[in-house]
Structures are given as C-alpha cells and as structure tokens.
C-alpha cells in the first residue's frame, strides 16, 4: 500500500486558539513544505473578521 501524500492539518486563530471556529487543511507530509508550519489568513465568522489562523496538532479523539 501507497504512502499518504497529505495529513489533515488543523487551523485555528493566532489571537485565540481556544476558539470554537477552526480550518482542518491538507498539508503534504513529505518534503521541504511539510517541515514548515502552515500559516493563513481566514475568514473568522465569530469575531467577523480576517485573521491569521496557524497550524496545531489534531485534537485525540475518543473511542
């Protein structure tokens, strides 16, 4: 079997990273791209604004 050529990445605002609104993005999991930290500007519908949103560690999910 193939090695997966993306992760799931999750978003969240720089300003608040407790907030309830957040981005799952794809990044690739192999090269010179997935060392680097993702970093975007999104739409926050909570705050109504443009914000920066950067990359955290997926939640562990429950059984």
């Known amino acids: 079997m193939a090695k ?3 992760i799931k990445v999750r978003l969240v605002p ?3 990273p407790d907030s ?6 794809k990044k690739p999991s ?6 680097v930290k993702l970093k975007a500007r999104k ?4 705050t109504r604004k443009h914000e920066v ?5 997926l939640p562990p999910h429950s059984k």
């Open 4 to 6: 997966k050529s993306h």
């Open 14 to 16: 720089e300003a608040k």
């Open 20 to 25: 309830a609104f957040y981005y799952y993005v």
């Open 30 to 35: 192999g090269g010179e791209k997935a060392k």
């Open 43 to 46: 739409y926050n519908p909570v």
């Open 53 to 57: 949103f950067v990359e955290k560690k």
